[in-house]
């Protein structure tokens, strides 16, 4: 937890604490206060003729009282909430290139995994059992290289947790304040800031309301090298966060799905737009540019690792030397090779020669 703040981080929070101005008039009260001479001036009279004088003088004072930044600082201390404001250390880079960046990130848990790389993964409060399975086995994966970023909902979200919450490196970021009832599942959220971190742009008693889900959707993307959606109806908010990353310029993976599943149509959809198909952990890492050990890569039996290994170190490989190196038969070699073309990890080149994607 974060227990000490520069002035400029302080300034930051006690702006941020003031619910009467707008995101942008936070920011102009800001300049009113830290820049001189006309341009001082410049946003003080912008705020005065929007709020009015006596607002304006309001905040002013409260904003240079020191026994008002204590309340607002002890506050959050009580409540186990560290801030990570855009002048923190600490602020992710991918965050601070998003169109609207946070002043502040109010955090309860592990903060230093703001600083991993990390990847989004979202979906449908209703999910097929098959793609919650596949979300938490996929997610329990990622996190040997990644820390996984969604929400706190039914459905994806929670498979997401469960998969990647033995790691500790999860990120749950909130719709609404910490402690203002936002989260449905206040025992798994409790498990995830006791393992990993949960993050909010709103202070602890702010309430979620319908807009602040979209709000929360830009956060995890903007959080992220790349979102996984791992189901979406047509019309899901997990949509949303895609749209957000496509925007950021990050990466768009998606689950695919058969005709007729009704919670996996806006998954489809991404695809046939330009998204990526996801059907394990090594679709994310490849595009992340991460390898794993061969030991660690999944879902490959001991054969697979050694004839993966042979192939994998060597360019373009002839079944014949894969033979010799493992001490397997050609007719082994073949159909093990067969099974590694089918999990994507390598290609046939001609001749018999197989190489690693």
Known sequence: MISEYSPDERALIIADSFSELTYKQKKYFLASTNLQGDKRQKYADILIKTLGDGVYNKLRDKFSDSKYAEKVLDSLARRAISCVTLKSGLYPEELKNIPVPPLVLYARGNVQLLSDKKVAVVGSRRSTPQALEECSKICG???????VVTGVADGADSAAIKGALASGRIIAVLPGGHDSGCAAHASLLAKVEAKGLSVSEFPPKFKAQRYTFILRNRIIAGLTGGTLVVS???????????????????DVLAFPYSLGVASGEGCNALIKKGAYLCENALDIFSLFGLELPVEQSPDLSAEEAAVFGAIRGGGEVHASE????????????GAICSLLEIKGLIIRTGGNKYAAV
């Not at 994966?141 to 820390?147: A, M, Q, V």
């Not at 908010?237 to 496509?246: K, N, P, Q, R, V």
């Not at 894969?322 to 070699?333: F, P």
Request: charged share 30%; aromatic share 6%.
């Open 232 to 250: 979406a109806a047509e019309r899901s908010g997990a949509l949303s966060t895609a749209s957000y990353a496509a925007d950021y310029g990050r």
């Open 322 to 333: 894969i033979a010799r190196v493992t001490g397997k038969s050609l007719r082994d070699v």
């Open 141 to 147: 994966e990622l996190t040997r290289k990644l820390t």
